[in-house]
Nanobody
Framework: QVQLVESGGGLVQAGGSLTLSCAAS????????MGWYRQAPGKQRELVGD???????NYGFTVEGRCTISRDNAKNTVYLQMNSLKPEDTAVYYC?????????????WGQGTQVTVSS
């Protein structure tokens, strides 16, 4: 089981930027996929994006073009850089790690970090 700790959330004005970090308890180099989901109050969990072992990335359509996921294998950390933030980006952001390619639902999850975008 991978332990994940997110950080970097906070309050930011619309149009601003924020970078979230997800630190893993073990080497991420061999993890099949890692990524981010978010959940706003009263809404379903939504994919923000994934980064795969190959380095390929995938983004949810609501954030595509405004977000970049990257990873630092030496630090066992995955990052989510968000630009041009909108109030509708307000949510709790969760990091996940899918070690074996079974899908995020079968992976490990962090505790979440709150992002609030003010208008």
């Amino acid at each position: 089981q991978v332990q994940l700790v997110e950080s970097g959330g906070g309050l930011v004005q619309a149009g601003g930027s924020l970078t979230l970090s997800c630190a893993a308890s073990l080497s991420i180099a061999s993890i099949s996929a890692m990524g981010w989901y978010r959940q706003a109050p009263g809404k379903q969990r939504e994919l923000v994006g994934d980064i795969f072992r190959s380095g390929e990335t995938n983004y949810g359509f609501t954030v595509e073009g405004r977000c970049t996921i990257s990873r630092d294998n030496a630090k066992n950390t995955v990052y989510l850089q968000m630009n041009s933030l909108k109030p509708e980006d307000t949510a709790v952001y969760y990091c996940y790690a899918d070690r074996y390619g079974l899908g995020s639902d079968f992976g490990s999850w962090g505790q979440g970090t709150q992002v609030t975008v003010s208008s």
